[in-house]
């Protein structure tokens, strides 16, 4: 007789740190709402105003994923390595170069979303390690997110309380964005790229990359293609992420339905955000706004727009860049357009120590998360708040320059 042996122990999944933050911040969320801590009509003016935020968020992380399994960013990958020529130093400066192209004339969300995955397949292919390229968007997408109005929300907002179009805030942002890349760049090379270097400063470049269905490829490109050329076109960036998306949707039905599953929606990330929101709302009406106020302070000239900037930066990684930003707007004089500009600054290029300190930075570590890569943690955190405070300094310093 064969006695059967005992069965072994499931294992136990562990949950995501970010899976217990976002529960807890809707969990709370819908507390403040609902035992009046936030006022009703608070409540509804915030989820009315997140709404088109959240659907641009579920259907843009659904388009790079399908886009990604319909191999365009492999694609993509391979081209940018074939042109870097082999030398380690072009491919340095070709990814960061398209970075801030891509943050500058889309936004930053853009580059979080869909640049990152061109990266991390970049790295599959060459067979080297991917932090240093995954780095190079999360920071590129925060830092190079000061020239238009168009590269970051928080630049719409700003435009519009100092009067500036689009061309005239270009003017004033110009000095400080380049002082921000400069900073992002150096900081790039001597903190990720140099370390990773191979040896002789070259590699060998991958062929080029042949999708296995061309079909769905050239569907897929066409969808990601609608959406950027939608927002170019100055289409609502939910809308134009819901066209793009319903585009390669077709093609995946037709295609390969079976990819086509529920967890490719980002629920957790869309808890998380609707959380933070109505937390920070809840907070704002019971000390935050007073607390920026004194953070703040009523000084002018330099010391008065480096304390903006610093403000800014500090609130961005303790909550969310644009919470940070309207509560630092709100104590603000509405003719005082240097330290309204210098509390920009603060909340666009400060907001990278902590993961939920800006949406581009939330995507960017679902994007990794979903490619299965992992950036050293404690590595990230200190590169990330020098640069957080160097650019900071140097970009508002430049902001008094100009």
Do not use: K
């Amino acid at each position: 007789m064969t006695v059967a042996a005992p069965p072994e122990p499931a294992t136990r999944r562990r949950p995501h740190p970010l899976d217990l933050v976002a529960a807890v911040l809707a969990v709370v969320g819908a507390a403040c709402a609902l035992s009046g801590l936030l006022p009703r009509a608070d409540t509804t003016a915030t989820l009315h105003r997140i709404l088109p935020l959240l659907l641009f968020l579920g259907t843009v992380i659904v388009l790079a994923e399908l886009t990604a399994v319909a191999g365009v960013f492999d694609v993509l990958a391979s081209r940018l390595a074939i042109a870097s020529r082999g030398r380690w130093a072009a491919l340095f400066l070709l990814c960061g170069g398209l970075a801030t192209l891509t943050t500058l004339v889309l936004n930053l969300d853009t580059t979080a979303v869909l640049l990152t995955p061109v990266l991390l397949a970049l790295a599959r292919n060459l067979r080297i390690p991917a932090a240093p390229l995954a780095v190079t968007t999360v920071w590129l997408a925060n830092t190079a997110s000061l020239l238009l109005p168009v590269s970051n929300l928080t630049n719409l907002l700003a435009a519009d309380r100092v009067g500036l179009a689009p061309l005239a805030y270009a003017a004033r942002m110009a000095l400080p964005q380049l002082a921000a890349v400069a900073v992002t760049m150096a900081l790039l090379w001597f903190g990720w790229w140099r370390r990773e270097r191979p040896a002789g400063g070259r590699f060998v470049p991958p062929t080029r990359h042949v999708p296995a269905d061309p079909v769905l490829h050239r569907t897929a490109l066409a969808g990601c293609l609608i959406f950027v050329a939608g927002i170019l076109a100055g289409v609502e960036i939910e809308i134009a992420s819901t066209v793009g998306l319903a585009l390669v949707l077709v093609g995946f039905l037709v295609r390969s339905p079976d990819t086509l599953r529920p967890g490719l929606v980002p629920v957790r990330l869309l808890f998380f955000v609707t959380g933070l929101f109505l937390v920070v709302q809840t907070l704002g009406r019971h000390g935050l706004d007073d607390l920026v106020g004194t953070l703040v302070g009523a000084d002018g000239g330099a010391l008065g727009a480096l304390r903006a900037g610093g403000t800014g930066a500090l609130l961005a990684n303790a909550v969310n860049n644009l919470p940070a930003y309207l509560a630092g707007e709100s104590v603000l004089p509405t003719g005082d357009h240097t330290r309204l500009l210098a509390l920009l600054i603060g909340t666009n290029v400060g907001p990278l120590a902590a993961p939920w300190a800006s949406l581009a930075t939330l995507l960017w570590f679902e994007r990794c998360r979903a490619a299965g890569v992992a950036v050293p943690l404690t590595r990230f955190v200190l590169t990330s708040a020098l640069l957080a405070v160097t650019a900071t300094l140097a970009a508002v310093g430049a902001l008094l320059v100009s």
